[in-house]
């Protein structure tokens, strides 16, 4: 029996696709603190959202950060709503953020 390896690209895509028909992952709500943040020219946002013990990527387009009343900043606790999803060509799932807010606020997300 000959077995046919796939390539890494549909391994990505395969793996992207599964991650996108997931209902819970579609719509987390999550908290932590935000660094390497960086305000791209075009208005995105990049950051890392992280913990005591792990962290994960994270991009607010810029028609997403229209909507917030805070700048954020590297040490910054954040509560985020977002989908997870994989960014394909690197093979990298990362939270893309629709709504955030300071952590200790009451939450309006």
């Keep these: 029996?000959?077995?046919?390896?796939?390539?890494?690209?549909?391994?990505?895509?395969?793996?992207?696709?599964?991650v996108a028909e997931d209902e819970f992952l579609n719509n987390v709500f999550?908290?932590?603190?935000?660094?390497?943040?960086?305000?791209?020219?075009?208005?995105?946002?990049?950051?890392?959202?992280?913990?005591?013990?792990?962290?994960?990527?994270?991009?607010?387009?810029?028609?997403?950060?229209?909507?917030?009343n805070f700048m954020p900043k590297d040490g910054m606790k954040v509560m985020v709503l977002g989908s997870v999803g994989v960014f394909e060509r690197d093979g990298v799932y990362q939270i893309y953020v629709k709504a955030m807010q300071e952590d200790g606020l009451r939450s309006s997300l």
């Design 1 to 18: 029996m000959k077995i046919n390896p796939i390539s890494v690209t549909e391994l990505n895509k395969y793996i992207k696709d599964v």
């Design 30 to 68: 999550v908290s932590g603190e935000i660094s390497n943040f960086k305000h791209h020219y075009t208005g995105h946002m990049y950051f890392t959202l992280k913990d005591e013990n792990s962290l994960i990527k994270c991009v607010m387009f810029k028609t997403m950060t229209a909507t917030l």
